[in-house]
């Protein structure tokens, strides 16, 4: 049973930082591609940052400069460094891992972790 479990979310003033985890139950970790997906009340679930099984990141416009994603295969785990949190961050963040070793392609999410920033 594959798990993601994401960590790391809270309340914070705007301006501050928060680090959000997630942990992969998953084998061959290193070959997934891990996403961090946000979803605020009444909106679309949107794509916040990426990291390729080769170390390639991608960011949402919103998020550059201060968002950063990084993984560690040895933990199987991926992270996002957010920084200069705006009340615009607040959402439910969702960690997604996704891999072609054959068909169908395989992809799981994490359960979320809330992240609000007041102003």
């Known amino acids: 049973q594959v798990q993601l479990v994401e960590s790391g979310g809270g309340l914070v003033q705007a301006g501050g930082s928060l680090r959000l985890s997630c942990a992969a139950s998953?084998?061959?970790?290193?070959?997934?591609?891990m996403r961090w997906y946000r979803q605020a009340p009444g909106k679309q679930r949107e794509l916040v940052a990426g990291i390729t099984s080769g170390g390639i990141t991608n960011y949402a416009d919103s998020v550059k400069g201060r968002f950063t994603i990084s993984r560690d295969n040895a933990k199987n785990t991926v992270y996002l460094q957010m920084n200069s949190l705006k009340p615009e961050d607040t959402a439910v963040y969702y960690c997604?891992?996704?891999?072609?070793?054959?068909?169908?392609?395989?992809?799981?999410w994490g359960q979320g972790t809330q992240v609000t920033v007041s102003s």
């Open positions: 998953v084998s061959m970790f290193s070959r997934y591609e």
């Open positions: 997604n891992a996704a891999v072609v070793l054959g068909l169908p392609p395989l992809s799981y």
